[in-house]
């Protein structure tokens, strides 16, 4: 019995499917994105992979295409599983999205998400940081935080005298 290399066979059918990927990929965004959403391919990927600006994932298969469904991980981000050269690849998708969609011409190296929300990976909630501009960042809103709870505490204080 001949052995087939599937590797070998798998580069050429996508090679040989490449009209049928962009006519995928333009079904797929015509009929399913959310208004205004906009689509880059995830570089370094095999043309295989799509993020957008909403956050959202496409793999192009050999089948059709796919909506990744990203997973939470014990940070709290949502991560995806992609394959680049037949090995699995864990990625952030806000670090993805920025990567696509926001300019980083100082190569700040971290994604702040503008408002704390880790599952809010739209590329208007996100920005590049230095480690000192994250850190005050989180300095500040954690200040905010304790005054709101102070106010809290104050109010219910004032309610529990008017009650009695």
Not at 60 to 69: A, I, P, T
Not at 92 to 101: N, Q, S
Not at 102 to 109: L, S
Request: a neutral charge.
């Amino acid at each position: 019995m001949e052995q087939i290399n599937y590797n070998r066979r798998h580069d050429i059918k996508i090679n040989s499917l490449q009209t049928r990927e962009i006519n995928l990929l333009l079904s797929f965004v015509w009929y399913e994105s959310i208004n205004g959403e906009v689509w880059k391919e995830i570089e370094g990927l095999d043309s295989r992979y799509f993020i957008s600006t909403e956050g959202r994932v496409l793999s192009l298969c050999l089948d059709g295409y796919k909506l990744m469904r990203p997973f939470i991980c014990g940070d709290g981000y949502y991560y995806v599983d992609l394959r680049k050269d037949g090995k699995d690849l864990k990625c952030r998708v806000h670090r993805l999205v920025a990567e696509a969609f926001i300019d980083n011409p100082e190569d700040k190296p971290i994604v702040h998400h503008r408002d704390t929300n880790r599952r809010n990976n739209k590329a208007s909630n996100l920005q590049w940081m230095t480690e000192a501009e994250h850190a005050a960042a989180h300095l500040k809103l954690n200040q905010e935080r304790k005054k709101q709870m102070e106010l809290t505490a104050g109010n219910e204080n004032i309610l529990s005298k008017l009650q009695a």
